[in-house]
């Protein structure tokens, strides 16, 4: 239930019962009063603030750096391919604060459309319970408001401001729809998606069956190169062609390790090659091996209209490529 603030404040409130001990029940008791008031006709409801009766903001420990403000607003700015707004993922990587940057994005869609819950899948059940915890600690949301679907639990946004959606749980179809789809029916909904290249796979592409009005994804590594995501010569396809691209939205924000080294949030590193020796037999059936896969992906490639030889170039490039950035990083 959507709980409702009024311009007039609390004034004019029948005394409140002394068996309410709690703070949220006591907190509780004030917003039925103030639903009754207005259902009255007794006052004006100037924003919808959820079941906790507080608005949401960011705890005063969690100020925004500079480039986090700057992420939190190109996500907000973002649009998708059919050109809706505050759709877009953030390619930040892992350290780098993306659960904060989470936080202040649902910040901004609560102040956007205030009767906002919010929906955020991870891939697992370890992930739901850093969500379930460190959502009330960054936010000003109660604890008591932020439920879990998946695991041992099956929370409801009945009772609830933010579900954690366990990735298999949310995907599961009940009548031939995505339980989070389900879940998410009657309310206005911004979708976070943790790990969201994972969403890109097999059938966790059913959750973006569900009815939302903004769409948040989070990754250090968006870009899935498995197979059924590259074009012919192996390249990986730009996000706005694969699933959860087009599921949530575009790049929107980078902030790869480069510019953490750069800017002194990660220390320098060195990588070594430490080399591994081969037995006689050994090599042989590794060169075997290695022959096999090569003539069997050039006839996957002939079989498709491909040619090998644009193929190994780019390879080759992408290995000088890989080189390179390594020695000058």
Known sequence: ???????????????????????????????????????????MPIQA??????????QPAYLLEPWQEDAVAAWFASRNAHDTPHHGNLHVYTGAGKTVLAAAAMVRARKERPRTRFAIVVPTEALAAQWVEIIPRMTTMPAHLVGQVGGDRADGFEDCDALVFIQASAQKLVDGRSRLAREADGHEVMLVVDECHRAGAGAGQRIFDVATWARLGLSATPIREDPANTDIYGRPLPIEKQ??????????????LKDGIREGCLPRFELFHHAVGLT???????????????????????????????YQGYISGRMRATNREITQA
């Open 243 to 256: 699933p959860h691209g087009r599921g949530i939205g575009p790049i929107c924000y980078t902030r790869d």
């Open 1 to 43: 239930m959507d709980l409702l603030v009024l311009r007039h404040g609390t004034g004019g409130l029948p005394p409140m019962p002394s068996g309410l001990a709690r703070p949220e029940e006591q907190q509780a008791w004030r917003v039925r009063q103030l639903l009754a008031v207005d259902r009255a006709g007794q006052g």
């Open 280 to 310: 006689e037999a050994e090599q042989v059936t590794y060169d075997e091996v290695h022959e096999q896969n090569i003539s069997r992906k050039r006839k996957a490639l002939l079989s498709c209209g491909g040619d090998p030889r644009h």
């Open 49 to 58: 603030i959820g079941a906790g009766g507080v608005m949401l903001s960011l």
